[in-house]
């Protein structure tokens, strides 16, 4: 609602919900196709600079951290969290397992032989 005092002191209300169902039939009305929603089909046309297949795959492929499990080990494992479990566990047993090696310096084969 908005007020408007004119010179002669009368005070004139204006209804804006009543202004803009008057300006109504003056707006621009939006098609359907200018909406953001999918149609049920498309036409080539649609696509002016045309269709191409698998266009962000190697794009996906170098940024994502998805792999891809043989039958044979999925089927191994009931979710996500068991595959994690194991492999974490597997990483944590290498790191165990795995010591430096040492040089031989030749003594060990010198107390053999002598």
Known sequence: MVAHTEEDETVRIISVALRAKEN???????????????????KQSDFPEGLVRGKYAKRLRESSNIVVLKAEVAQAFPNEEAVNSALLSLIELAQKTTRPTRRSTGSSKKLRAG
Do not use: A, G, I
């Open 24 to 42: 109504e039939k003056y707006m621009k009305k939006v098609k359907q196709t200018d909406r953001d929603e999918l149609r049920p089909e498309y």
